[in-house]
């Protein structure tokens, strides 16, 4: 590797270490945050910086108590622990849920700390670069696989919770399969029921013509894509 004297101990090497989780962690915030998601730069810069003191310490700890300390326990922590951290970037609304990613990149951003932390900095900069890349291009590959994909999650309003049972009985006798349904009961004063849906669309069935004729459906008030 080009780093392999990085795992020495010595001033020069311990600096370098930390301002390389610094920066990748940068990077990677700034990435999520020019995207508007959680887990900006400064919270990934500081949880890469972070696992990356913790290693050097573990280092430490090992030169100046040789054969009392392991290495490696230190750092399960940190990958456990740091968990809790990333749970707090998930957020529920409703039936959806949002920021898995950013809990994933918050995770990421520790484990890429502790590769820079032990001199490891070759795998940090890879594990970045490849997540940086990634982050860019997945998402083009999602949106032209899911553009085909005969899968579809439903939201409709409803006038009322019967509207279901008719809803249910047409996409059946359109061929459709249901893999997953929920009606949200709690109808509040002057409102309208929700419907959840995933349904697999019959073969040749054009997703958005089929979507306008279930909003024709009896009953049904709206229609929408998740």
Request: hydrophobic share 45%; charged share 20%; with cysteine.
């Amino acid at each position: 590797m080009f780093f392999d004297g990085l795992t020495a101990w010595t001033p020069g090497n311990v600096l370098f270490r930390m301002a390389a989780a610094l920066i990748l962690g940068s990077l990677i915030g700034i990435d999520r945050g020019a995207k508007k998601r959680g887990g900006g730069a400064r919270t990934d810069a500081a949880v890469c910086l972070g696992a990356a003191m913790v290693m050097i310490t573990a280092q430490y700890m090992d030169k100046v108590y040789p054969g009392g300390t392991d290495l490696s326990r230190m750092a399960a922590q940190v990958i456990s622990g740091v968990g809790f951290l990333g749970a707090g970037s998930i957020i529920v609304s409703g039936h959806q849920v949002k920021g898995l990613t950013s809990a994933a990149s918050i995770w990421i951003c520790a484990c890429i700390g502790l590769a820079a932390g032990i001199g490891f900095v070759d795998g940090a900069f890879l594990a970045a670069v490849l997540l940086l890349g990634g982050l860019h291009v997945i998402p083009l590959i999602e949106e032209r696989v899911y553009r085909h994909s005969r899968y579809v999650r439903l939201y409709v309003e409803a006038n009322d919770s019967r509207t279901m049972s008719v809803l249910l009985y047409r996409l059946k006798e359109d061929g459709c399969k249901i893999d997953m349904f929920d009606l949200d009961k709690s109808k509040p004063e002057g409102g309208y029921y929700t419907i959840m849906l995933t349904v697999r669309l019959p073969i040749g069935a054009e997703r958005e013509a089929y979507l306008r004729t279930l909003a024709g459906t009896e009953g049904v008030l709206s229609v929408g894509v998740m």
